[in-house]
């Protein structure tokens, strides 16, 4: 899903991975696994649904010491192609969190992982610049890892 035309900030990371789009969907929609590839989240346990566009999960996360849980609401989920959501619910409109797949050559998927954010969360709001400078940066870090982590899983499962 592409990043809101009013977003207050949008970063984004792509890397080539060698499986299918599908395999690569059926990672990054597995919400209970993204602790293992992700430096901050910690997994995640659907509320509502498993995964359909409108179900619900609680994402698990941490950062050092601090640890906490935000709702999430499932805004895109096209197997092989898209699974999007949103912290807060899609009516919050506020931080957003992007999967794209797009097939390539020779069997290998380009993924993308977006985040943006339209409305500051309540803690974003209390930040100041300076914290929501770096928060930026970290997050920016955190996509590069992450999708590094999913081209290592996605590869060794289509071995």
């Known amino acids: 899903m592409k990043a809101a035309d009013d977003a207050i900030v949008v970063r984004e990371a792509s890397i080539d991975v060698s499986a299918t789009p599908a395999q ?53 989920a096209d197997r092989g192609r898209d699974f999007t959501f949103v912290v807060g619910g899609v009516e919050a409109n506020r931080t957003w ?10 069997g290998v998927t380009q993924l993308t992982e977006r985040w943006w954010i339209v409305n500051k969360s309540p803690a974003m709001l209390e930040a100041t610049d300076e914290q ?28």
């Open 24 to 76: 690569v969907y059926d990672l990054v929609a597995d919400i209970s696994r993204m602790g293992e590839w992700s430096p901050e989240a910690t997994g995640g346990v659907w509320t509502q649904g498993s995964g359909e566009v409108g179900d619900w999960f609680d994402g698990t996360n941490k950062a050092g010491e601090r640890e906490w849980t935000r709702e999430c609401e499932v805004a895109a």
């Open 97 to 106: 969190w992007s999967f794209e797949m797009q097939p390539a050559e020779d």
């Open 132 to 159: 929501f400078t770096q928060r930026i940066a970290l997050t920016e870090e955190m996509l590069a890892t992450t999708i590094a982590g999913l081209k290592r899983a996605a590869e060794a499962a289509s071995g």
